[in-house]
T-cell receptor, first 117, second 112 residues
Framework: EAQVTQNPRYLITVTGKKLTVTCSQN?????MSWYRQDPGLGLRQIYY???????DKGDVPEGYKVSRKEKRNFPLILESPSPNQTSLYFC????????????????FGPGTRLTVT | GIQVEQSPPDLILQEGANSTLRCNFS?????LQWFHQNPWGQLINLFY???GTKQNGRLSATTVATERYSLLYISSSQTTDSGVYFC??????????????FGTGTKLQVIP
């Protein structure tokens, strides 16, 4: 089944404890992206990747890191989480090609609800 | 950056009624997509519609890119249509890469 998976789905952690949220897709998509969703602020793009080893900042990259060492995986790293990073996080992928630099239809993972105390 | 506004922000419908949701964007876009976020938080693709009109069952969408808006039509609404509807556009940033901006959302409640 074609899908985007995220792990963990739920996480409660403490300030400063490094964590990684994994994202994997099995559709051979080139484009992958991370979003956070907050009440009153909607969905905002954190980082995106046009292809392996090609990443760029979205609207709210502060406090996050990403890497794209292989096509199927795009982990989101919080080196020192803070309470303002408590949010619902979504990973997405799209068959957009880096050559054309265009995003096609995006497919979203189920979301990761993160609480930082 | 680009602004993406949706209207109305909230909508309550009686089951069986029709509705139109609107998405306005402030600049040229390459693509536009409509999503439904169900009450469990899952984001479901509805339409990928950079221009023109598409239909899928009781839902249809129209994008007029030259006038910078898109419409989502819901006919014969059902309680399962409840949730939040988002449009999302992608634009070219200064580095030559595509970034995505979501609209503000329309929260729909369909009552029996």
């Amino acid at each position: 089944e074609a899908q985007v998976t995220q792990n963990p789905r739920y996480l409660i952690t403490v300030t400063g404890k490094k964590l990684t949220v994994t994202c994997s897709q099995n559709m051979n998509h080139e484009y992958m992206s991370w979003y956070r969703q907050d009440p009153g602020l909607g969905l905002r793009q954190i980082y995106y990747s046009m292809n392996v080893e090609v990443t760029d900042k979205g609207d709210v990259p502060e406090g996050y890191k990403v890497s794209r060492k292989e096509k199927r995986n795009f982990p989101l790293i919080l080196e020192s989480p803070s309470p303002n990073q408590t949010s619902l996080y979504f990973c997405a992928s799209s068959p957009g090609t880096s050559g054309i630099r265009r995003i096609y239809e995006q497919y979203f993972g189920p979301g990761t609800r993160l609480t930082v105390t | 950056g680009i602004q993406v506004e949706q209207s109305p922000p909230d909508l309550i419908l009686q089951e069986g009624a029709n509705s139109t949701l609107r998405c306005n964007f402030s600049d040229s876009v390459n693509n536009l997509q409509w999503f439904h976020q169900n009450p469990w938080g899952q984001l479901i693709n509805l339409f990928y519609i950079p221009s023109g009109t598409k239909q899928n069952g009781r839902l249809s969408a129209t994008t007029v890119a030259t006038e910078r808006y898109s419409l989502l039509y819901i006919s014969s609404s059902q309680t399962t249509d409840s949730g939040v509807y988002f449009c999302a556009v992608d634009t070219l940033n200064s580095g030559g890469y595509q970034k995505v901006t979501f609209g503000t959302g329309t929260k729909l409640q369909v009552i029996p």
